[in-house]
T-cell receptor, first 111, second 115 residues
Framework: GESVGLHLPTLSVQEGDNSIINCAYS??????FIWYKQESGKGPQFIID?????DKRQGQRVTVLLNKTVKHLSLQIAATQPGDSAVYFC??????????FGQGTELSVKP | KAGVTQTPRYLIKTRGQQVTLSCSPI?????VSWYQQTPGQGLQFLFE???????NKGNFPGRFSGRQFSNSRSEMNVSTLELGDSALYLC??????????????FGPGTRLTVL
């Protein structure tokens, strides 16, 4: 069936360290992959996306890596800050406005 | 530009009742997608509406329905509520242009509790 899964349900890092959040996906037909951040009491907030014909994309302090061979996606956050504490979801877009989400990883940043 | 708004933010219902949730997309966005978020199942796609027509549908029973108005505002309805329908219901809007992916912007959600 359709699924996007995360390897680690929780991640705790020290402020200033780099964070890496991983995700596995199952649908080879997906054309976009997206990372969202969700803070308590809020809806998911877009972080960065990557098209299936790319293997790396960088944003401000974030980098997404896509490995289609093993169907793996990762989000790297540089110099993690307390404000980065949240649940992070990967999602894949198969068609139109339909996103398939992973289960989420909770990132906790210790000051 | 105003973001996606959802009303009400919180709702308490009893089993067997029905409920209607509302979503106002970002101005200019024509696509509205709905998602259900629960601790056990995570974020699951319900359906997408574009130009007043359901364009995509997830794997939910017929008790879950929706519609979209000419101003792109959308409503979703859940009939004969069950305890398992307790969840955060999120809507997301996007430009919805044909041919694939458009960035989706999420609202804050409606927290539905079924007693």
């Amino acid at each position: 069936g359709e699924s996007v899964g995360l390897h680690l349900p929780t991640l705790s890092v020290q402020e200033g360290d780099n964070s890496i959040i991983n995700c596995a996906y199952s649908n080879s037909a997906s054309d976009y992959f997206i990372w969202y951040k969700q803070e308590s009491g809020k809806g998911p907030q877009f972080i960065i996306d990557i098209r299936s014909n790319m293997d790396k994309r960088q944003g401000q302090r974030v980098t997404v890596l896509l490995n289609k061979t093993v169907k793996h996606l990762s989000l790297q956050i540089a110099a993690t800050q307390p404000g980065d504490s949240a649940v992070y979801f990967c999602a894949e877009n198969i068609i139109g406005g339909k996103l398939i989400f992973g289960q989420g990883t909770e990132l906790s940043v210790k000051p | 530009k105003a973001g996606v708004t959802q009303t009400p933010r919180y709702l308490i219902k009893t089993r067997g009742q029905q409920v209607t949730l509302s979503c106002s997309p970002i101005s200019g966005h024509r696509s509205v997608s709905w998602y259900q978020q629960t601790p056990g199942q995570g974020l699951q796609f319900l359906f997408e509406y574009f130009s007043e027509t359901q364009r995509n549908k997830g794997n939910f029973p017929g008790r879950f329905s929706g519609r979209q108005f000419s101003n792109s505002r959308s409503e979703m309805n859940v009939s004969t509520l069950e305890l398992g329908d307790s969840a955060l219901y999120l809507c997301a809007s996007s430009l919805g242009t044909a041919g694939g992916y458009n960035e989706q912007f999420f609202g804050p959600g409606t927290r539905l509790t079924v007693l």
